[in-house]
Every structure is written in structure tokens, then in C-alpha cells.
């Protein structure tokens, strides 16, 4: 099966990131060995569907994004273990948030990692999981040197010893 990554977003998207191969840095694998045992592991989460807390934080910045649509805030939030779907918001120019407010659990799974704990699957959660808008710009400067620094150390500093992405 073939996934169509541009299929709901402007036809002007494709010339822009279709085909545009690795950015320098980008050329080896990234990947390493999980060694510990799922079922004795902490897990975090990370939603890019722009998700905030609509009460206690600010929303992502849609209006400069709106205004500049190759750029995207780098900023993110932290998102309680504890929080319920009714606490969210939704931040994103490219996803439709109805489908989110329908079903939290696409965006941001933490119903189904609290299950998978309950279960002994997966052997604890972290306290403070981690969203993101996800659509950012091409060079993505700030997620180098700030963004992804920053949450690297929140999940360290939480124990966190995996990490699922929930992608919008």
C-alpha cells in the first residue's frame, strides 16, 4: 500500500518536501537497540497534532503560521497523564480538529497506554507526555537546537525510556 502523505494538504505542499531527500546530518540510521523489557519500561508520548491543555496554556501560533505557511511553532506542551479529552484543545492548520474532539485517543493515546499498563504490557507511564504542532519548516533550525534538546531532557528528567509518536 502506497500512503499518500500529501492527499489533504495544498497541491502547492508537493514541490516543497516530495522527494527533497535527507537533510545533512540525516544520512546514517537513527535508530538504536531497545535492550529493557517492554513490560518493565516507562513510556512517554508525543502527539504532533497540536494539542494544549485549553485551560492552563497557550494555544500554538496559527496566525503567524497562516501568514508565513513554511513555518511552523516550534514550541511545545506538556500534557498531564491525568488529563481527560475534555481538557484539550486543538492547535493545527492541517489536521481537522473535529476529528480529534470525536476521538482524543487518534492524537494522543494515553487511554490506551494507560490500559497497556494496567495490563503489565508496558511497565509504567510518565507523568507529563509531550505535544507538538507538527507541521514545521523544511530547515527545522529551531527543533534542532531548541525544541527537540528541551524535550529530550523533560523525558529524561521523567524516566522515560521509550517513546511513541502519535503523528496528526
Do not use: C
Not at 495544498?10 to 527533497?20: A, D, L, T, V
Not at 517492554?38 to 504532533?48: D, G, K, V
Request: net charge negative; proline share 10%; no cysteine.
Amino acid at each position: 500500500m502506497i500512503v499518500d502523505s500529501y492527499r489533504f494538504l495544498p497541491r502547492s505542499f508537493r514541490p516543497f518536501y516530495e522527494g527533497r531527500g535527507p537533510f545533512p546530518g540525516e544520512e546514517s540510521p537513527v535508530w538504536a537497540p531497545f535492550e529493557k523489557r517492554l513490560s518493565a519500561s516507562r513510556i512517554a508520548l508525543l502527539t504532533s497534532a497540536g494539542v494544549y491543555m485549553k485551560e492552563s496554556q497557550p494555544t500554538f501560533d496559527l496566525e503567524r503560521e497562516d501568514a508565513n505557511p513554511e513555518w511552523g511553532d516550534p514550541t511545545w506542551r506538556v500534557i498531564p497523564a491525568t488529563a481527560r479529552p475534555e481538557d484539550f484543545a486543538f492547535a493545527h492548520l492541517h489536521i481537522n480538529p473535529e476529528d480529534m474532539l470525536a476521538d482524543p485517543e487518534i492524537a494522543l493515546p494515553l487511554r490506551g497506554l494507560a490500559e497497556l499498563v494496567d495490563e503489565g504490557v508496558v511497565g509504567g507511564s510518565v507523568v507529563d507526555h509531550v505535544a507538538v504542532m507538527g507541521y514545521q519548516d523544511r530547515g527545522l533550525e529551531d527543533w534542532g537546537h531548541t525544541t527537540a534538546p528541551e524535550i529530550a531532557a523533560h523525558l529524561r528528567e521523567q524516566g522515560a525510556d521509550a517513546l511513541i509518536l502519535a503523528p496528526a
